[in-house]
């Protein structure tokens, strides 16, 4: 049973940066790959992020490659998200979950499917003013 936390959700003008934390519970969160995923209104969750079970795969979706750094520290059982360059678009409500099957690397295609995720977070609010 792993119980994921978001934090770092905001308000910020666009062009701002931000960084999402996911803090997770267990002892067994090396063992998942993650991954971030975010919903706007009207529209359907979609992963932007995923991240090996090491940290040393990662991915990312098109629209915020360049942009957005995911990074894991096992050891406190953490995940970031570094957000920079933030645009309106940007604006959603963003979600760590953590996958059930491994993950090491590649194409976002094949880790992007919310059933492929065991476990969620409550989520965090992201508002970018233009």
């Known amino acids: 049973q792993v119980t994921l936390v978001e934090s770092g959700g905001g308000l910020v003008q666009a062009g701002g940066s931000l960084r999402l934390s996911c803090a997770a519970s267990?002892?067994?969160?090396?063992?998942?790959?993650m991954g971030w995923f975010r919903q706007a209104p009207g529209k359907e969750r979609e992963l932007i992020s995923a991240?090996?079970?090491?940290?040393?795969?990662?991915c990312y979706a098109d629209s915020v490659k360049g942009r957005f750094t995911i990074s894991r520290d096992n050891a406190n059982n953490t995940m970031y998200l570094q957000m920079n360059s933030l645009k309106p678009e940007d604006m959603a409500v963003y979600y760590c979950a953590a996958k059930a099957t491994p993950w090491f690397s590649g194409s976002c295609y094949t880790a992007h499917h919310e059933y492929q995720y065991t476990y969620w977070g409550q989520g965090t609010q992201v508002t970018v003013s233009s």
């Open positions: 267990g002892r067994t969160f090396s063992s998942y790959a």
């Open positions: 991240i090996s079970q090491s940290g040393i795969g990662t």
